[in-house]
């Protein structure tokens, strides 16, 4: 059987699909590029916003287009809460929700770098946010299972693993277990040469797991610690569990034991209530911190979701205007942090893909840099000296 899937949201979905095409392959299934002619469409859709679920009705429609013979199978987060308008749309023929997945998967993104799923579920419900509701409570494996997959992981060869989950920080507590002790496990497994965590909640991300990071062997220099607003009354609008001093006083932390790290923000904008005061101070608050760059999303209501009755509504227009001006920021924010490592020499982890005739890699501090293409440095550490030639820059 002809199979093409395609993903949509965060690298916890890749991680999913990724894990479910490897076992299709496994049964003696062809794995075809999504856009071609195929038997079976998977789609793992995303409800983070309204436009997440119009790319999710974009791509089943396109799927049916391709071939309208073909089996349609619908899955993930905007499957889990819509299921009954999925199930209605031509060519579907199954819709599986969150609860179909495997808790524990990776996927490769080349030879080199894994994304691995270690958590799924939330348990904040924050007022803006459908996730719980489509991806249920936090769960985890126990640490012993964790390290067995990452094991596995070890034995295909790969040599970054990026940590994913829902709200990875609270792995392990089913089980009376720790996230920090997790890190502490996988830490010691041979063949992984490096490790990053792909987002913590702030108030989750401790003292010791910052100063764990900043001794380990393999765990690398670059936090991805949510914020959403800088404002204290937003935050409590959003029923975060942290407030402003509590997130400056983690990234203050942070470059005191690790001056060099990378450290990214989810910020969104024109969430209800948010004044025009507010997003002052949510652009002033971003500007005061070392932040390195943001992910920026613009608030889109979620049905279900308590931020349906909170406070007025934010105009579109200025939703989108706030929007283009923390991307601004963020692009500001990213500049200083690239000069701020211009002529320092970082480690790089080469990858196998190659780009117009050069390799790309990262360094520990998540800065893209590239060279001549070297098929036998492909998998290695090399320590190079960042300079404006071999700087490409992006973020993902």
């Not at 496994?26 to 679920?53: K, P, Q, S």
């Not at 249920?136 to 094991?151: D, F, N, V």
Request: aromatic content about 8%.
């Amino acid at each position: 059987m002809l199979i093409a899937a395609h993903t949509l949201g965060c690298k916890l979905n890749f991680a999913e699909t990724s894990d479910l095409l490897r076992r299709l392959v496994a049964e003696g299934h062809t794995v075809v590029n999504w856009g071609m002619r195929a038997d079976l469409y998977i789609v793992n859709t995303c409800t983070v916003t309204a436009v997440a679920e119009k790319k999710c009705r974009t791509a089943i429609r396109q799927a049916h287009r391709q071939n309208p013979d073909a089996q349609i199978v619908v899955m993930g987060c905007f499957a889990q809460v819509a299921k009954d308008e999925i199930e209605k749309m031509p060519g579907v023929t199954q819709v599986l929700g969150n609860d179909s997945k495997r808790l524990l998967s990776y996927s490769g993104e080349d030879r080199t770098r894994t994304f691995f799923k270690i958590q799924d579920g939330c348990d904040y419900f924050c007022t803006y946010c459908a996730i719980p509701f489509a991806r249920g409570r936090s769960r985890s494996a126990t640490i012993e299972e964790t390290l067995c997959a990452a094991r596995r992981i070890a034995a295909t060869g790969a040599r970054e693993v990026v940590l994913t989950g829902v709200n990875t920080g609270t792995f392990g507590q089913q089980h009376g277990e720790s996230f920090l002790d997790l890190l502490k496990g996988l830490d010691g497994i041979d063949g992984i040469l490096r490790y990053r965590i792909s987002s913590i909640e702030p108030n989750l991300l401790t003292d010791d797991i910052i100063d764990f990071v900043a001794h380990s062997r393999a765990f690398l220099p670059h936090f991805h610690i949510p914020l959403q607003a800088g404002s204290d009354h937003v935050l409590s609008l959003m029923h975060r569990r942290y407030d402003t001093a509590l997130y400056r006083a983690k990234l203050e932390r942070i470059k005191a034991v690790m001056p060099d790290a990378c450290i990214a923000a989810d910020v969104m904008a024109g969430f209800n209530g948010e004044s025009e005061e507010e997003f002052g101070k949510v652009l002033g608050f971003i500007d005061s911190l070392p932040i390195s760059y943001l992910h920026v999303f613009t608030y889109s209501d979620r049905p279900g979701t308590a931020a349906l009755r909170l406070g007025e509504k934010v105009p579109v227009n200025i939703r989108r205007e706030h929007t283009a001006r923390l991307l601004e920021l963020s692009e500001r924010k990213h500049h200083a942090f690239i000069d701020s490592q211009m002529d320092k020499t970082r480690p790089v982890l080469w990858e196998s893909t190659p780009h117009s005739k050069q390799m790309l890699g990262w360094t520990d501090n998540y800065i893209r840099l590239c060279r001549p293409y070297d098929d036998s440095l492909v998998g290695t550490v090399e320590q190079v000296v960042i300079t404006p030639d071999n700087i490409i820059g992006e973020t993902d």
